[in-house]
Each structure stands twice: as structure tokens, then as C-alpha cells.
């Protein structure tokens, strides 16, 4: 009988090995076929420390209670204060767990100063003892001003982890580099050294650059921002090493460098190893979310904040009753994982704003976010992985010159109206848009349109899907870069986990 057992699961076993094979991706193994080209993007390098290593779970740094400064939980008073004094003790040090014991703590009350909770510094872990109803709270009842009236979208995120200072120009690029060059040559790199990161931007207006950016397609008369200032890439590298005007990167040329478009390298400023854990945000964001109806509608309760951090990462934690979640803007390789959405819904879920390499994953959006996950502002290899959202929203795609994100056994609707953007920025977004195993929940979509005739807030050129799961939803094929398998998952289940897997594999 155990023979009989043990062969039943050999032979299931071999079953679903057989069927993954047969359903393995074609354009997966012209991405491993390195003598083929591929029109996949490589997403290997998302996430913390180009995903090659774990969110690390720090103990051996000092500790800073915020309620050693004052802070109280589940009283009536202000935290605010306290809360800054902790983290300014800990960036004194120079490294430090800022850590919030269970309980609640009020921080943004009615006479408190109208101004966010910064830390400036690397090596800084925002710790709570946990995201759920026994945990830690940090319950912001009122939201801060506007920076601009008149900008709905203005209102500063109240925890702000942030890298300080301007970014120190270097010099020119002087040689070409093919997108998967791991190598930039410049016209200088003095005030560079191994590990620093540099910022790597160009704008051009080429006529070339921009037919390229929508893969050929009509541009729109009203695209001001396209047409005039044209292409704007800007990504972040850590250097490796350096030989003579020659950098080594940590990642590989994500989009062709050709001197002749100008490309400026610049020092990044930055923080590195900067965590925030195991913490509730809770806003006071009770009204309908109707959108761009206020500045309290887009953007009042704004909780969280990563700008200029590398190597970082957000984990395990909740944010309810809010009007924006968190975001990542001109980060590079951060991990955001295990994070919950819910509450009242507001306007934006957790999404990398000109940002590269971020790895958004098993994230939840309970609520029902105008825009749920995803992507604005020139971010370039996003990945958003195992993420779900409800049926009746969609992923975040916000015109203004994003490329190449991948969304990865992801589920949730599909919506023509959720990208979001301003018209003058259209498209939604670039070239290197990935649907891969994605699962759609809401009623089926025949001919759905990537690039309609109307609405003018829906465009996007050539979307790439493969393994696309519906209840009977169709494409306007000529509107796609790729349709491969629809109706079927297929192998394999994660196209980032597999890049992820085959570099591994090549660099032991």
C-alpha cells in the first residue's frame, strides 16, 4: 500500500512537470536562449540589494523608546514631539531602532506644529511591535496644509525617511552602453569611489527617442510634455569599482546610452539601510473618496515616505484610513513586502515614484484604492509581485514617462480609468509594461484597448502579456507587444523569481 502511495505521488508529480513544460513560456525561453533576442525586460535586479539578500532583521544597534522621550500610548496627548526627539537622537548616533512599543500614539493632534516626522540619516529602522488590532498605532488625526493650494495633490507625507542634500554632477557620458551593459564610461569621475551611487539622467526632445518611447504609435497634439521636452530617463546605479573613466555597476544599462543625447552623471545623494517594520498608520480620512475634488480628497492623510534611500526597505505593516499610503521617490533597490491596505478608500495605495529597481510584493488592498499599486514619474524595472487588490480598481500606471514594470501573479481588476496622470504627461506609460500570470477578477472586457481612440487618459504601447487568467476578456491585438497563452497560467509561475533564479545560477 505504501509502494502504491509513493508511486501515485512520482506519477503526479511527473504529471505536473510534463504540463509545466508543455506550458512553458516561449518568450521565457528566448529570455534564457541568450543567441535570441528578447522582448523581455530583465527584472532580476528589483528589490533589496538586487535581490540577492534577505531583509535583514536588526538587533545589534542601539535602541531609542520613543517613550524614553516623552511619548505615551493610549493617552490623550501628543506623540509628535517625542517621536522627533527619538529620531533625532537616533540619527545622532548614527545608526538606531526607533521603537514603539504596543499601544496608541497621536501624532498629529490639534495644536501640533504642521510639520512631518523626518529622519535624515542611514542605518535607521522605525520598529513597532506589530500591524494589527494588539500592536502599535500611530494615529494621525488631523492631515497637514497643502504645500500649494491650488495642487490637490501637495500635502506632505507626515513620516518622511529621506536622503539630505543635492546630487554633485560628475560629468558627461562618453562612450555607448547596450541596454544589459554593466559599465559606464565617462568624460570624468573624479569624487567617485566604489560603492557610492550615481544618478544617471538625460533629456531629449530627438524625434527618434520619442517615436521609440511609444513604440511608434500617434502622439497626442495635447502631450505637451512629450513633445516638447521630450524623453526624460532618470535611474540610480551603486558603483562597483572603477578603472581609469570606466564604473562598474551593481546592476546592468536598463535603456541604450548614446553620448550624442547628452547623459549626465551625477553623485546620488542618498540613505542606505533605512527600515521602517511592524507599525499601523492610521489616518482620519472618513468622507466618499471622490476624486480630484480636494486637496483632503487626493492627498490629506499622506502617512509614508521614502525619498533618496537605497538598499531599504518597508515590511509587515498596515496603513488604514488614508488618502496615500506609502511611496518610494528616486529610491533604488528597495523591498516593500507584507503590507495591508484597508480602511476607508482614499487615493493612492503604495507605489515607486521615479524610483529603480523597487520590489512591491505580497502586498493587499483591502480598501479599494482609486489607484492601487503600481508606478509613477520616470521609474524604470519595477516589479509588482503577488499583490492583490479588489475588483473594482486597478494597478497605478501615472503618466509621466514610467518603463519596463512587470506585474507578477498578480490579481485585481482591470480598469481604463485608474492610471492616472494629467493629460500634458500622457502617456500613462512607456515601453517594458509586463502582465505576467495575471489574474483578473472583475466581468470580462472584450476588446480591451491599450491605446483607444478616447479616453485620452488611457494610453499605453505594447504591453507585453503572457499567461493571462479572465472571465473572457479580449484584446485589441494590434495593441500589444506580445499575447502568449491566454486563458492558462504558464511556466514559469514568476517571471521575476526565474530571472531571478537564472542569474544566481550564472554568477555561482
Not at 109 to 138: F, H, M, W, Y
Not at 182 to 208: F, Y
Not at 463 to 485: H, M, R, W
Request: glycine fraction near 8%.
Amino acid at each position: 500500500m505504501r509502494n502504491l502511495f509513493l508511486t501515485s505521488i512520482f506519477l503526479l508529480a511527473l504529471i505536473i512537470q510534463l504540463f509545466a513544460q508543455e506550458n512553458t513560456s516561449e518568450l521565457f525561453r528566448a529570455f534564457k536562449d541568450q543567441s535570441k533576442h528578447s522582448i523581455l525586460p530583465d527584472f532580476s535586479y528589483a528589490g533589496y540589494h538586487c535581490g540577492e539578500k534577505e531583509i535583514p532583521t536588526i538587533t545589534n544597534v542601539k535602541i531609542f523608546d520613543v517613550t524614553a522621550f516623552g511619548a505615551v500610548p493610549n493617552d490623550t496627548l501628543s506623540d509628535k514631539v517625542a517621536i522627533q526627539k527619538a529620531i533625532d537622537a537616533a540619527n545622532e548616533n548614527g545608526s538606531g531602532i526607533v521603537f514603539f512599543p504596543k499601544g496608541r500614539f497621536l501624532v498629529n493632534e490639534k495644536n501640533d506644529k504642521p510639520n512631518c516626522i523626518v529622519s535624515g540619516s542611514s542605518n535607521i529602522i522605525l520598529r513597532g511591535s506589530g500591524s494589527g488590532a494588539n500592536g502599535t498605532q500611530l494615529f494621525m488625526r488631523n492631515t497637514l496644509q497643502p504645500e500649494d493650494p491650488t495642487k490637490m495633490w501637495t500635502v506632505p507625507y507626515l513620516f518622511q525617511m529621506k536622503g539630505l542634500g543635492a546630487d554633485k554632477k560628475i560629468g558627461n557620458v562618453s562612450a555607448s552602453s547596450a541596454i544589459g551593459s554593466l559599465s559606464l564610461t565617462l568624460t570624468a569621475t573624479d569624487g567617485l569611489k566604489e560603492k557610492d551611487w550615481l544618478a544617471l539622467k538625460m533629456e531629449s526632445n530627438a524625434p527618434e527617442l520619442i517615436s521609440e518611447a511609444v513604440a511608434g504609435r500617434l502622439i497626442d497634439s495635447t502631450w505637451t510634455f512629450l513633445r516638447t521636452k521630450g524623453v526624460i530617463i532618470q535611474v540610480f546605479y551603486q558603483v562597483v569599482s572603477i578603472t581609469g573613466n570606466t564604473i562598474h555597476l551593481n546592476a546592468p544599462i536598463s535603456y541604450p546610452v548614446d553620448p550624442k543625447y547628452n547623459w549626465e552623471v551625477y553623485k546620488f545623494t542618498h540613505n542606505e539601510e533605512v527600515g521602517v517594520e511592524d507599525l499601523a498608520f492610521v489616518g482620519n480620512w472618513k468622507s466618499a473618496f471622490v476624486h480630484h475634488r480636494s486637496w483632503q480628497d487626493d492627498s490629506g492623510y499622506s502617512m509614508l515616505q521614502f525619498s533618496g534611500c537605497t538598499n531599504s526597505w518597508l515590511r509587515n505593516c498596515r496603513f488604514t484610513d488614508c488618502n496615500a499610503g506609502a511611496v518610494t521617490k528616486r529610491c533604488a533597490n528597495m523591498t516593500i513586502t507584507d503590507c495591508v491596505v484597508d480602511g476607508n478608500p482614499g487615493h493612492n495605495a503604495i507605489s515607486a515614484h521615479g524610483s529603480t529597481n523597487i520590489l512591491l510584493s505580497r502586498l493587499t488592498d483591502n480598501a479599494g484604492m482609486w489607484h492601487s499599486f503600481g508606478v509613477a514619474e520616470p521609474s524604470m524595472n519595477t516589479v509588482i509581485r503577488k499583490c492583490k487588490y479588489p475588483n473594482n480598481t486597478c494597478f497605478e500606471s501615472h503618466s509621466s514617462q514610467s518603463r519596463n514594470t512587470l506585474l507578477d501573479e498578480v490579481e485585481g481588476g482591470l480598469l481604463n480609468n485608474r492610471g492616472g496622470g494629467a493629460n500634458f504627461n500622457m502617456p500613462n506609460h512607456l515601453t517594458g509594461l509586463v502582465l505576467w500570470n495575471y489574474s483578473q477578477t472583475n466581468e470580462a472586457l472584450p476588446e480591451f484597448e491599450f491605446w483607444p481612440v478616447k479616453p485620452w487618459y488611457w494610453r499605453i504601447p505594447n504591453p507585453i502579456i503572457v499567461g493571462y487568467i479572465s472571465k473572457g476578456t479580449t484584446f485589441k491585438n494590434d495593441q500589444l507587444g506580445a499575447l502568449e497563452s491566454p486563458g492558462r497560467f504558464v511556466a514559469p509561475a514568476s517571471l521575476y523569481q526565474a530571472q531571478l533564479q537564472l542569474r544566481m545560477q550564472k554568477k555561482n
